[in-house]
């Protein structure tokens, strides 16, 4: 009988020590929730201010260049097997075109151009604002060259960002000129 007592004690001693890491354990899940819906909430913040940023001055390049009527950038995020996913679309006249694909005429030059150029500013800690590029509206139509040039002038201005880029066209010619 008092091994059965014995027994009993030690059961329920062993119960209440699992009873209260049970109850530790209720209590940190609880604290991760809440840590992850804070971060989930910074998430969808810092995604709604760098979209807002990046979809603006692509945008903004795109208009520039091929007229207010032209394209818009945009990002969709979307929440897949619990991590945050990205697709980079243009709409023009309501409808999504991705930016790889459906658009020629060098809507990809400017949307890439535009894309270096926002990664550049965003970037933390703030880098250099230097941006070295190598043809980058190649594939760009003459009559739009000349619109790139202004851009490429404004933006530098503007953002304080030094563009240096090789080119073989004379409409996209700017700033100093080294002929090699």
């Known amino acids: 009988m008092d091994s059965l007592l014995a027994d009993l004690r030690y059961a ?8 209260q890491r049970v109850a ?10 809440e840590a992850r819906a804070i971060l989930q909430q ?10 807002r940023a990046v979809a603006g001055l692509v945008t903004r390049c795109l208009k520039a260049v091929f007229g207010e009527d ?27 075109v991705s930016p790889t694909a459906g658009v020629g005429g060098g809507v990809t030059d400017v949307v890439s151009f535009a894309l270096r150029l926002s990664c ?3 970037s933390r800690p703030a880098r250099r604002r230097l941006l070295v590029l190598d043809e980058p509206c190649r594939h760009l139509s003459r009559d739009y060259q000349s619109r790139v040039r202004d851009l490429f002038l404004a933006l530098a201005d503007e953002c304080g960002v030094q563009i240096v ?5 004379d409409e996209m010619a700017c700033g100093k000129v080294v002929d090699l």
């Open 165 to 169: 880029f090789v080119t073989h066209s």
């Open 70 to 96: 032209s394209y818009e950038f945009r990002i969709n995020f979307e929440q897949k097997r619990g991590k945050t996913e990205a697709e980079l679309v243009l709409v023009r006249d309501g409808r999504e």
């Open 12 to 19: 329920r001693r062993r119960l209440e020590e699992v009873n």
């Open 120 to 122: 550049l500013l965003l």
């Open 24 to 33: 530790v354990l209720e209590d940190r899940h609880r604290d991760l929730v």
């Open 42 to 51: 910074v998430a969808e913040e810092v995604q709604t201010h760098s979209h």
